[in-house]
């Protein structure tokens, strides 16, 4: 493979990797209910709340479904919050699965883009 061939493989692959990253800001988790029914629970179970909160609002939604699933299985939450825990969870899958969809679209045009442009 020549030269030519190799930048533009390298610039492809650092349009997806940004292309990846700026996607994940566009994806809207309100954790406004989380943060609402824990205001007031025991510091353990505030904690980890809070942890999942401060997960989703910064873009790491494996943390934040750890998180969510350790608060669901807390046996003394109260209807409030394990409705909010399950309307939360619900969000960030639903964000996840947008954020999957547009990288794969992204990387389906940057693929096709790239074959326009290597010689044939």
Do not use: H, R
Request: net charge positive; with cysteine.
């Amino acid at each position: 493979m020549n030269i030519s061939k190799w930048i533009v493989l390298t610039m492809a692959a650092v349009a997806l990797a940004f292309a990846g990253c700026s996607k994940s800001s566009s994806a809207k988790v309100d954790t406004a209910p989380v943060e609402k029914s824990f205001a007031t629970a025991d510091p353990t179970t505030k904690t980890s709340a809070d942890k999942a909160v401060s997960a989703i609002k910064g873009g790491d939604y494996t943390s934040a479904v750890n998180e969510l699933k350790t608060l669901a299985s807390n046996a003394k939450l109260t209807p409030e919050q394990q409705q909010a825990v399950k309307d939360v969870m619900a969000q960030v899958q639903k964000a996840i699965t947008d954020m999957a969809t547009s990288a794969q679209g992204d990387a389906n045009k940057t693929a096709t883009d790239l074959q326009k442009q290597l010689p044939k």
